[in-house]
């Protein structure tokens, strides 16, 4: 009787349970269909409902026909008139459990679809994406539209915000706690763009592989393809074929990738690449395999920056390394990209039958001129997003084939000298990540819950971006490590955690205070004591212990104890020396900031010229460019002033030498047009 007892006690319980989450789902169901008679400003609810997940369930537009929704939310439905000749289309996800956050998600490319409102909801967010102000991805809409360009440049991300907000608050009966950003590409420079003009609309934004500096990465995208010949590059003499490209990418890695002292496929930090493409130059009476000089004059162009008519850099140079991703070839097939093509057609040209042919710098200068909707969001002054206590992360791929990954340091180092603020450290950190590609993807650890839930790997805020966010602002645990884990490579589940080297800069300011003027004087001593001159390490092993012998005898009042440590001093200064060079923490282009043509005074040792600043302003063209320096005024110039001297390669590997004023010629591009460069034809 008792059992019997019990089990009918427990029956009543589970339906009175079931009743209860019945009736739960039903005020949900309920709350979530009132929401289509919700009144906002310029805002209509096109619909409102409850979601029983996982299912698919059809979606809007263009890009995608159906969407997964992983767990029971309120979708939301909604369009905002922006003006009266505009509107962005949006939805909200408003998932059952929810923990009081709200997430704003951006886009890609030129595009206006949703993205990662599953993602954001499997994370318990609020999570709201819009359209960007028009459907597909093509950049016709923007013709003679300024205000449908002008949601895309800026104003989509923020009224998805406002408008999301308020639905939010009217759904669950209180508005959020805290409110986030997530987007990658485009989206990345929304966030970007949110952070500069509306610093009140995110406490915290993750903004990965940001396509800020807009107009001169689309004037860069475009004459990448220039240097191979496009848009018609049949018979260009220029054009690389695909098959060549997997030679290129070899010779890359056999080049730079034991740069890292790891031989694993990947190019740790690409701006130390110093890529020689004359070593896959066809020798006499070689056609296959090998590419031809003009080529080579390609390879030159495409991995430099972009220097503007008057010297001024435009954009950082393509990455060593990125063109071993398939998707690169969207560069170098020998057509116009279909974004920059758009772009110029449709958005700083007007005119549909632009065909590219006569695309050069006065083309890029002319967009970044016009600016069309302020979209160029290359500006520093986060000053009230940091007044506010906004926290800001950033990420870029060093394999990224679409945006290269020194624009990303550029934008640090932008906003350092705006700010003032030797480290950003308080409110804003970049990471950059060896081996990814574009957003993600790559023979690196590249999935760190950047978006999506499969790169969600380890749901945990050390391995994922987003959630390492929410401690940023919630606890003040700012994320010096991010754990990475790589998938569907040969190292799959591989993890790893980007710090060191890969936080950009590598320490926190007062460190680097610290150690700068030790590391100057390693970066001589390592130099100097190079495997070629091993016999003065053997000599200064036993000169610096006689020199310094006498100075500590009176310390130590023991001549022996005092040359022991005298040698022990030497050598671990040397081994001190040796890492402190090898871990430099700034790059010395962004340590020495000045002028590009640089006057070297003095040579020192091995032909190396150690100038201070411009020796290491000089190292860093050199590393750019090859043999050419880029002058901010015609060659005649600098043949006339004999205060600018030119260096060039010397006799030896990490030798430089002077080049006579008689030898200076101008630089030709691909199309026969001078640039605004010298290079030396004959070294003296």
Request: glycine share 10%.
């Given at each position: 009787?008792l059992?019997r007892?019990l089990?009918?006690?427990?029956?009543?319980f589970l339906l009175?349970t079931?009743?209860?989450?019945?009736?739960?789902e039903n005020?949900?169901?309920?709350?979530?269909?009132?929401?289509v008679?919700l009144h906002l400003?310029n805002?209509?609810?096109?619909?409102?409902?409850?979601?029983l997940?996982p299912?698919?369930?059809?979606t809007?537009g263009?890009?995608?026909?159906?969407?997964?929704?992983?767990?029971s939310?309120?979708?939301?439905?909604f369009v905002?008139?922006?003006?009266?000749t505009?509107?962005?289309?949006?939805?909200?996800?408003l998932?059952d459990?929810?923990?009081g956050?709200?997430?704003?998600l951006?886009n890609g490319?030129?595009?206006?679809y949703?993205?990662?409102?599953?993602y954001?909801?499997s994370?318990?967010f609020?999570?709201?994406?819009?359209?960007n102000g028009?459907d597909g991805n093509?950049?016709?809409?923007?013709?003679?539209?300024?205000?449908?360009?002008n949601?895309?440049?800026f104003?989509?991300?923020?009224?998805?915000a406002?408008?999301?907000?308020?639905?939010?608050e009217a759904y669950?009966g209180?508005p959020?706690s805290k409110?986030?950003?997530?987007?990658?590409?485009t989206g990345?420079?929304q966030g970007t763009?949110?952070a500069?003009?509306?610093?009140?609309?995110?406490?915290?934004i993750v903004?990965?592989?940001?396509?800020t500096?807009f107009n001169?990465?689309?004037?860069?995208s475009a004459i990448?393809?220039?240097?191979?010949g496009?848009?018609?590059?049949a018979?260009?003499?220029?054009f690389?074929?695909?098959?060549l490209w997997?030679i290129?990418a070899?010779?890359i890695?056999k080049?730079c990738d034991?740069?890292?002292?790891?031989?694993d496929?990947?190019?740790?930090?690409?701006?130390d690449?110093?890529?020689?493409?004359?070593?896959?130059?066809?020798p006499?009476?070689q056609?296959t395999?090998c590419?031809t000089?003009a080529?080579i004059d390609a390879l030159?162009e495409?991995?430099?920056p972009v220097f503007?008519?008057?010297?001024?850099?435009?954009y950082?140079?393509?990455?060593?390394?990125a063109?071993?991703?398939?998707?690169?070839?969207?560069f170098?097939s020998?057509?116009i990209?279909?974004?920059?093509d758009?772009?110029y057609?449709?958005?700083?040209?007007n005119?549909?039958?632009f065909?590219?042919?006569?695309?050069d710098?006065?083309?890029?200068?002319?967009?970044d001129?016009?600016d069309?909707?302020?979209i160029?969001?290359f500006n520093?002054?986060l000053?009230s997003?940091?007044?506010?206590?906004g926290k800001?992360l950033?990420?870029?791929g060093?394999?990224?084939q679409l945006?290269?990954?020194g624009?990303?340091k550029r934008m640090?180092n932008?906003i350092s000298?705006?700010?003032?603020?030797?480290?950003?450290?308080?409110?804003?950190?970049?990471?950059?990540i060896p081996g990814m590609?574009?957003?993600?993807g790559?023979p690196?650890?590249a999935?760190?819950?950047?978006?999506g839930?499969?790169?969600?790997v380890v749901?945990a805020?050390s391995n994922?971006v987003?959630?390492?966010?929410?401690?940023?602002v919630e606890e003040?645990i700012?994320p010096d490590?991010?754990?990475?884990?790589s998938i569907?490579?040969k190292?799959?589940?591989v993890?790893?955690?980007?710090?060191g080297?890969q936080?950009?800069?590598q320490?926190?300011?007062?460190v680097i205070?610290?150690l700068r003027?030790?590391?100057?004087?390693a970066h001589?001593?390592?130099?100097?004591?190079?495997?070629?001159?091993l016999?003065?390490?053997?000599?200064?092993?036993?000169?610096?212990?006689?020199?310094?012998?006498?100075l500590l005898?009176a310390?130590f009042?023991h001549v022996?104890l005092?040359?022991?440590s005298a040698?022990v001093?030497?050598l671990a200064?040397?081994?001190?020396s040796?890492?402190?060079?090898r871990?430099s923490?700034?790059?010395?282009?962004?340590?020495?900031?000045?002028?590009?043509?640089?006057?070297?005074?003095?040579?020192?040792f091995?032909?190396v010229a150690?100038?201070g600043?411009?020796?290491?302003?000089?190292?860093e063209l050199?590393r750019?460019?090859g043999?050419?320096?880029?002058?901010?005024?015609s060659?005649?110039?600098?043949?006339?002033?004999?205060?600018l001297a030119?260096?060039?390669?010397?006799p030896g590997p990490?030798?430089l030498?002077?080049?006579s004023?008689?030898?200076?010629?101008?630089?030709?591009?691909?199309?026969?047009m001078?640039k605004?460069a010298c290079?030396?034809?004959?070294?003296?």
């Amino acid at each position: 009787m008792l059992g019997r007892g019990l089990r009918t006690l427990l029956a009543h319980f589970l339906l009175l349970t079931a009743k209860q989450a019945v009736s739960v789902e039903n005020e949900q169901t309920d709350v979530c269909a009132a929401l289509v008679n919700l009144h906002l400003e310029n805002t209509t609810i096109l619909s409102a409902g409850h979601v029983l997940g996982p299912v698919n369930v059809p979606t809007p537009g263009s890009c995608q026909s159906q969407a997964l929704v992983s767990s029971s939310l309120c979708r939301v439905q909604f369009v905002i008139n922006t003006t009266s000749t505009s509107a962005v289309h949006a939805e909200a996800w408003l998932p059952d459990t929810w923990f009081g956050r709200f997430l704003g998600l951006g886009n890609g490319g030129l595009g206006g679809y949703y993205t990662n409102l599953d993602y954001g909801t499997s994370l318990h967010f609020a999570s709201v994406a819009s359209d960007n102000g028009h459907d597909g991805n093509s950049g016709s809409v923007f013709l003679n539209h300024p205000e449908v360009l002008n949601d895309f440049a800026f104003r989509a991300i923020h009224v998805e915000a406002v408008i999301g907000k308020q639905i939010v608050e009217a759904y669950y009966g209180h508005p959020h706690s805290k409110s986030y950003y997530l987007g990658c590409s485009t989206g990345g420079r929304q966030g970007t763009q949110e952070a500069l003009k509306f610093p009140e609309d995110f406490d915290g934004i993750v903004a990965g592989s940001p396509a800020t500096n807009f107009n001169n990465l689309q004037g860069w995208s475009a004459i990448l393809s220039r240097f191979v010949g496009a848009p018609d590059a049949a018979g260009n003499p220029h054009f690389i074929p695909p098959d060549l490209w997997d030679i290129i990418a070899s010779e890359i890695l056999k080049q730079c990738d034991g740069l890292d002292g790891v031989e694993d496929g990947i190019i740790t930090e690409p701006d130390d690449c110093e890529f020689r493409p004359e070593a896959i130059v066809c020798p006499a009476g070689q056609t296959t395999d090998c590419l031809t000089s003009a080529q080579i004059d390609a390879l030159h162009e495409i991995y430099q920056p972009v220097f503007g008519t008057s010297g001024e850099l435009l954009y950082s140079r393509y990455d060593p390394g990125a063109e071993a991703d398939g998707n690169s070839q969207i560069f170098f097939s020998g057509s116009i990209l279909s974004i920059p093509d758009d772009w110029y057609k449709f958005v700083v040209l007007n005119d549909s039958n632009f065909n590219f042919e006569n695309f050069d710098l006065d083309t890029i200068e002319l967009g970044d001129r016009i600016d069309p909707g302020g979209i160029e969001t290359f500006n520093g002054n986060l000053s009230s997003f940091e007044a506010r206590g906004g926290k800001f992360l950033t990420y870029h791929g060093r394999r990224d084939q679409l945006i290269a990954s020194g624009n990303s340091k550029r934008m640090y180092n932008l906003i350092s000298q705006t700010l003032s603020m030797p480290s950003l450290d308080s409110f804003y950190r970049l990471f950059l990540i060896p081996g990814m590609d574009h957003c993600s993807g790559g023979p690196g650890a590249a999935a760190f819950g950047q978006g999506g839930i499969a790169s969600n790997v380890v749901n945990a805020s050390s391995n994922n971006v987003l959630l390492a966010m929410v401690d940023w602002v919630e606890e003040g645990i700012a994320p010096d490590v991010i754990i990475g884990t790589s998938i569907g490579v040969k190292q799959a589940g591989v993890s790893s955690d980007w710090c060191g080297r890969q936080r950009f800069p590598q320490f926190r300011v007062g460190v680097i205070n610290a150690l700068r003027l030790l590391c100057k004087t390693a970066h001589i001593v390592y130099r100097w004591l190079e495997p070629r001159k091993l016999y003065l390490h053997l000599i200064l092993l036993v000169l610096a212990p006689l020199a310094l012998t006498p100075l500590l005898t009176a310390y130590f009042n023991h001549v022996l104890l005092a040359a022991i440590s005298a040698w022990v001093c030497y050598l671990a200064s040397l081994v001190a020396s040796t890492i402190l060079y090898r871990i430099s923490p700034v790059h010395p282009l962004y340590k020495y900031p000045g002028p590009l043509l640089c006057k070297v005074t003095k040579l020192y040792f091995t032909g190396v010229a150690y100038g201070g600043k411009q020796h290491k302003y000089y190292h860093e063209l050199h590393r750019r460019y090859g043999d050419i320096v880029r002058v901010g005024a015609s060659c005649d110039l600098v043949k006339q002033n004999s205060s600018l001297a030119v260096l060039t390669h010397g006799p030896g590997p990490n030798e430089l030498s002077f080049c006579s004023p008689d030898f200076i010629a101008p630089v030709y591009g691909p199309n026969g047009m001078p640039k605004s460069a010298c290079k030396c034809v004959m070294v003296i």
